[in-house]
């Protein structure tokens, strides 16, 4: 994937959840605005047969693996033309037939799945691997330590990827966990570990095809730590704890502009180019939109469907 599509991918999220916030039916969502690049360098070092589990901020890596923006914005406004039918929101939206196994809602609880994902990858022997994207808070849950001991243990085709944006809800990471590096937790694993930039798409994408490459031939599991910043509070629904400031200082760090202006400085992009690439993303936006709204809502029997 070029750098210009890169991107086009991280523009298209932000439009994305900008375009969603203007339904007044928006619901209760975690947005990926100001983490686009972890979502889409992570994204960009995956092959087709490979798979993504991640948190309930699924907005971004779900739009960075491919999935139907017009269908994932049905499925976050509880429509049937959801990837799960509208049953499933933004919570645990899944479409494992594109490659993303799942969001979920619990903190770590992606872990132990995405440990029995990459388990039945291992044994299946197609050379697919399975990355796990988690947020700062998931490390202080136990669930941790036990998958990195059994992905370490087998061997794994598994990349961590923690999500560090600073910020468990309200609670600083430095709060609330002991170690000032998160990426340290791998190390009594024996797993190869990295901090990165998380704002900088191609730091991020540069350690992921690393670790991808590792575990598709077998060498075992690794963990990146991708600091990034959220440009919102926590949720929707959430009021914004952190200071004036301290926001202003993360918004100078925008990834969007960041990778904007290195293209711009190699004339690979300029303000033609940029304008198309909004319009075309306004246009896909637009389209997604009106698919959304004519989705119907699903039937009430449709909350009984697949649950024993």
Not at 77 to 86: D, E, F, I
Not at 126 to 146: H, P, Q, S, T
Not at 180 to 206: C, H, K, W, Y
Not at 261 to 271: F, H, K, Y
Request: glycine share 10%; hydrophobic share 45%; net charge negative.
């Amino acid at each position: 994937m070029s750098e210009v599509d890169l991107l086009r991918q991280m523009m298209l999220i932000r439009a994305f959840e900008r375009e969603l916030l203007r339904n007044p039916d928006h619901g209760f969502q975690l947005l990926s605005s100001g983490e686009e690049a972890v979502a889409v360098g992570v994204c960009a070092g995956l092959s087709a047969g490979d798979m993504i589990l991640t948190s309930g901020r699924s907005i971004g890596p779900a739009l960075a693996r491919g999935l139907d923006p017009g269908a994932v914005l049905a499925e976050l406004l509880g429509k049937a033309g959801g990837p799960c039918r509208g049953r499933a929101g933004r919570g645990h939206l899944s479409q494992p037939s594109a490659g993303f196994f799942g969001a979920h809602a619990v903190v770590g609880g992606n872990l132990a799945v995405a440990v029995g994902v990459a388990l039945a990858a291992q044994m299946e022997k197609r050379g697919a691997i399975v990355a796990c994207m988690f947020g700062d808070g998931a490390c202080g849950a136990g669930i941790l330590y036990e998958a990195l001991n059994l992905a370490s243990t087998w061997k794994l085709p598994l990349v961590f990827v923690c999500d560090n944006n600073q910020y468990s809800i309200s609670t600083a990471a430095s709060s609330a966990l002991a170690m000032r590096t998160l990426s340290d937790v791998a190390a009594p694993f024996q797993i190869p570990a990295s901090t990165v930039d998380g704002m900088d798409v191609l730091e991020v994408n540069a350690a992921m095809t690393e670790a991808a490459g590792r575990a598709r031939s077998g060498g075992g599991p690794a963990f990146i730590e991708c600091c990034s910043f959220r440009f919102f509070p926590h949720s929707t629904l959430t009021r914004e704890t952190r200071g004036p400031e301290e926001i202003a200082r993360g918004r100078a760090h925008c990834p969007i502009r960041m990778l904007e202006d290195r293209l711009r400085e190699r004339n690979e992009v300029d303000d033609a180019i940029l304008a198309r690439m909004t319009g075309e993303i306004d246009d896909e936006l637009a389209a997604a939109s009106r698919f959304a709204e004519a989705s119907p809502h699903p039937d009430p029997e449709e909350a009984l469907r697949e649950v024993e």
